[in-house]
T-cell receptor, first 114, second 113 residues
Framework: SQQGEEDPQALSIQEGENATMNCSYK?????LQWYRQNSGRGLVHLILIRSNEREKHSGRLRVTLDTSKKSSSLLITASRAADTASYFC??????????????FGQGTILTVHP | NAGVTQTPKFQVLKTGQSMTLQCAQD?????MSWYRQDPGMGLRLIHY???????DQGEVPNGYNVSRSTTEDFPLRLLSAAPSQTSVYFCASSWTPRGEGYTFGSGTRLTVV
């Protein structure tokens, strides 16, 4: 499988704290994306970072990408109970038969306690 | 509302039965995919399409067929259902060839008994 690893598998924090999730991958990528999934729902696109970028921000989200280490992290600052969800990283393939396809990790379950 | 529509939301099949999971999008997206989600496995790509008439296999294509006769529709056919196909199925679409920012449907929960 081309799936990478996400850690931690589960994360439990208090409201107001920061949450950091990590994603590693094995093959070359064109981009790396993060998605959120609330229980029983579809996935929602949060943020995308391209292979030539190192850091990106969107509201309370900060994503970093280190292509030399084949890893990315998602930071959610000042977390809220509504942030409780599963978070997935997805790698956009770099070329050939991988072009345009997304490969997902197994996800991190985030629980934010009020 | 613009988006990806999947039907049905729930389905129970007997082993050996066939059925089609419907997926339609109204955003004029060229790129569409089918994923299955199993506990502890994340999402795995079943089939993929880069436009009408063009499909490609993903990571787990066995037991599934797809066709893309129009830009809007991308149905997934289970040829002969097996208990191993019990899963939640998601359809997704994107407007870019680099797989950027896919929009997902709400899923179809399939149980094969």
């Amino acid at each position: 499988s081309q799936q990478g690893e996400e850690d931690p598998q589960a994360l439990s924090i208090q409201e107001g704290e920061n949450a950091t999730m990590n994603c590693s991958y094995k093959t070359s990528i064109n981009n790396l994306q993060w998605y959120r999934q609330n229980s029983g729902r579809g996935l929602v696109h949060l943020i995308l970072i391209r292979s030539n970028e190192r850091e990106k921000h969107s509201g309370r989200l900060r994503v970093t990408l280190d292509t030399s280490k084949k890893s990315s992290s998602l930071l959610i600052t000042a977390s809220r109970a509504a942030d409780t969800a599963s978070y997935f990283c997805a790698r956009g393939g770099a070329g050939g038969t991988s072009y345009g396809k997304l490969t997902f990790g197994q996800g991190t379950i985030l629980t934010v306690h009020p | 509302n613009a988006g990806v529509t999947q039907t049905p939301k729930f389905q129970v099949l007997k082993t050996g039965q066939s059925m089609t999971l419907q997926c339609a999008q109204d955003m004029n997206h060229e790129y569409m995919s089918w994923y299955r989600q199993d506990p502890g496995m994340g999402l795995r790509l079943i089939h993929y399409s880069v436009g009408a008439g063009i499909t490609d296999q993903g990571e787990v294509p066995n037991g599934y067929n797809v066709s893309r006769s129009t830009t809007e529709d991308f149905p997934l056919r289970l040829l002969s259902a097996a208990p191993s196909q019990t899963s939640v199925y998601f359809c997704a679409s994107s407007w870019t060839p680099r797989g950027e920012g896919y929009t997902f449907g709400s899923g179809t929960r399939l149980t094969v008994v």
